[in-house]
T-cell receptor, first 110, second 116 residues
Framework: QKEVEQNSGPLSVPEGAIASLNCTYS??????FFWYRQYSGKSPELIMS????GDKEDGRFTAQLNKASQYVSLLIRDSQPSDSATYLC??????????FGKGTHLIIQP | GAVVSQHPSRVICKSGTSVKIECRSL??????MFWYRQFPKQSLMLMAT?????????EQGVEKDKFLINHASLTLSTLTVTSAHPEDSSFYIC????????????FGPGTRLTVL
């Protein structure tokens, strides 16, 4: 059974600070990892994808992958109130569907 | 690019009726389409994987006779919830992907199904 684990939160972060979101996955065969942002009642929106060990930066977002530890993280710098949402970590992709974590509810406090 | 649409966005139906949901890739040809379901305060759960011209592959616990999937072309997949019951009320989301190094899936906006 493939599993992706996330802390459901809520995670409360002051505006302007760094928000750190983490997840772990069970399937060592997973090659692709994604972070999605989901607002209430809406479909997930892709934030970052990462495929190899290390860091990947895109604007205010940095994804980190450690395959040895089966650990994926997302850092959001200079957090804004509009970043408040549920962040879903997912593993898999390609011909296989994605396995999602339950999501971390992030609250950015003005 | 990579836009996926779903129709309808919201549907309310009586118990026992069937509901069809369409998923279209608007600007690309999707080799594979996926159907997910999300209950309130839960994560997305993969229901089935759909490849054009072949039978869908269903996840464990998903009834293939209840959730009929047709993938007639590289841009269209349909999910029919047959004899819907209140417990089928959920947010149904499709995604489409193109085989390649990125393995990205592009999600549709979702369909909110309410069965009375």
């Amino acid at each position: 059974q493939k599993e992706v684990e996330q802390n459901s939160g809520p995670l409360s972060v002051p505006e302007g600070a760094i928000a750190s979101l983490n997840c772990t996955y069970s399937d060592r065969g997973s090659q692709s990892f994604f972070w999605y942002r989901q607002y209430s009642g809406k479909s997930p929106e892709l934030i970052m994808s990462i495929y190899s060990n290390g860091d990947k930066e895109d604007g205010r977002f940095t994804a980190q992958l450690n395959k040895a530890s089966q650990y994926v993280s997302l850092l959001i710098r200079d957090s804004q109130p509009s970043d408040s949402a549920t962040y879903l970590c997912a593993a898999g992709g390609g011909a296989d569907g994605l396995t999602f974590g339950k999501g971390t509810h992030l609250i950015i406090q003005p | 690019g990579a836009v996926v649409s779903q129709h309808p966005s919201r549907v309310i139906c009586k118990s026992g009726t069937s509901v069809k949901i369409e998923c279209r890739s608007l600007d690309f040809q999707a080799t594979t389409m996926f159907w997910y379901r999300q209950f309130p305060k839960q994560s997305l759960m993969l229901m089935a994987t759909s490849n054009e011209g072949s039978k869908a592959t269903y996840e464990q616990g998903v009834e293939k006779d209840k959730f009929l999937i047709n993938h007639a072309s590289l841009t269209l997949s349909t999910l029919t919830v047959t004899s819907a019951h209140p417990e089928d009320s959920s947010f149904y989301i499709c995604s489409a992907s193109v085989l390649g190094p990125s393995n990205e899936q592009f999600f549709g906006p979702g369909t909110r199904l309410t069965v009375l």
